[in-house]
């Protein structure tokens, strides 16, 4: 049986550092009212640096964490709601700017859960046998698409991008995984529609490339659906909550993750959170939060980790793991 | 007045008030500095215990606009 397994983490975050003060100064609000409701304190905003090239900087550093040859890279997957392009896709774009010329590389598209989605694609490229090898990304440049004017959800967004390596292994690795969508509520969290338009349209039709958000919607989905999705993930893998060392959830809102703590009866204290540095980074919370814990030691060969994602879609998903 | 007590319950958990201090008259979001997320938590507990969909929460000002939507819901 072969399984997949991570190897090595990395991230990169533009150095542009914003706090909520900041950004009060253009828009009506203030660092109470942003805090008390997210948890947020500041995000990095891009200094011109795009999705394909903060993705590359994390692809990098995840290189040489784990001291890895780009050349014997299988697969490249960017999870992205902020590609650089429709086409070339920022995979392909990561692809050119490490080398990895062996490699075969797209893009996937589940907002935040997006990096859910890329391990499980991935995971499946390796049982398979097709690949020996993953690089899965979540990179986004989402300042490109906040409105300023919106003060309900600018305040909320930051780029970021983080990533594994994935490799086969004999044992361990992947232990339960859910991915799930709604599409019939998608319209409540969309991002840079692309109306249909040519030279015989009669009325010229408005570009949006804003991030739009209906908050109860979401707030709803992630409070409902996600701990669902966590007690089902543990309840496969056969292990108890006592044995889970992290979840891993994606920074959205520290009070959502209150509320999905409670709800699942797993201690908030097993909850890492890093909203207040970052805000929500879509695709990179999960892989940014990852990459900092293997930073700080926090996690150690053996353990068990639980990662769950919500978002645009809408999607969701889960991935308990044995590190 | 069930339909009162249990969602008087409900807005107490959620602020962290005092029951006795919550009447119908009673301001959720002013008398009881419930933010937005804490409305929105308050209508998916409310959902969940009476099975209703409440779809509009611009009306909700006080625990009787709450206990009314429900009512009608629940017809």
Redesign the interface.
């Known amino acids: 049986m072969i399984f997949s397994k991570i190897k090595c983490t990395g991230s990169y975050v533009p150095g542009k550092i914003v706090t909520n003060d900041m950004l009060s100064q253009y828009v009506d609000t203030s660092d109470e009212w942003i805090r008390?409701?997210s948890g947020i304190e500041k995000r990095h905003f891009s200094e011109g640096e795009n999705t394909s090239d903060i993705a590359a900087k994390a692809a990098l550093d995840i290189l040489e964490n784990g001291n890895v040859n780009p050349l014997d890279i299988e697969l490249i997957i960017v999870a992205t709601v902020s590609p650089d392009y429709t086409t070339p896709s920022t995979a392909c774009l990561v692809q050119s700017k490490i080398g990895a010329v062996n490699a075969v590389a797209f893009d996937l598209s589940a907002a935040c859960s997006g990096f859910i989605f890329g391990i499980s694609t991935a995971d499946k490229f390796i049982k398979t046998g097709v690949y020996k090898n993953a690089l899965v990304i979540g990179a986004e440049v989402l300042s490109k698409h906040l409105d300023f004017k919106d003060r309900s959800t600018c305040v909320l967004f930051g780029d970021g991008a983080g990533g594994v390596f994935l490799e086969r292994a004999e044992n361990g690795g992947i232990l339960a995984e859910e991915i799930g969508s709604d599409g019939n509520r998608g319209m409540s969290l969309i991002c840079a529609e692309k109306k249909a338009s040519h030279i015989f349209n009669i009325e010229p039709v408005e570009e949006d490339n804003f991030l739009h958000m209906d908050?109860?919607a979401i707030?709803?989905f992630a409070?409902?659906q996600t701990p669902k999705c966590i007690l089902r993930l543990i309840e496969k893998s056969g292990i108890c909550v006592e044995q889970l060392k992290y979840v891993i959830p994606h920074q959205a809102?520290a009070?959502i993750v209150e509320?999905i703590s409670r709800k699942t009866k797993i201690p908030l204290q097993k909850f890492y959170m890093n909203i207040a540095e970052y805000s929500n980074t879509s695709a990179a919370t999960i892989p940014i939060a990852l990459n900092e814990m293997m930073k700080k030691e926090l996690l150690h060969k053996g353990d068990y980790i639980l990662m769950a994602g919500f978002g645009g879609g809408l999607t969701w998903g889960g991935l308990l793991i044995k590190i | 007045m069930e339909v009162l007590e249990k969602i008087k319950e409900i807005i107490a958990e959620q602020t962290g008030k005092d029951i006795a201090e919550i009447t119908p008259e009673t301001s959720v979001m002013e008398d009881l500095e419930a933010d937005s997320l804490d409305l929105f938590q308050i209508i998916n507990d409310i959902e969940d215990e009476f099975d209703v969909k409440i779809e509009n929460t611009d009306e909700i000002k006080t625990v009787a606009d709450v206990v009314k939507i429900v009512e009608e819901n629940q017809q």
């Open positions: 008390s409701r908050g109860r707030f709803d409070t409902r809102n009070r509320i």
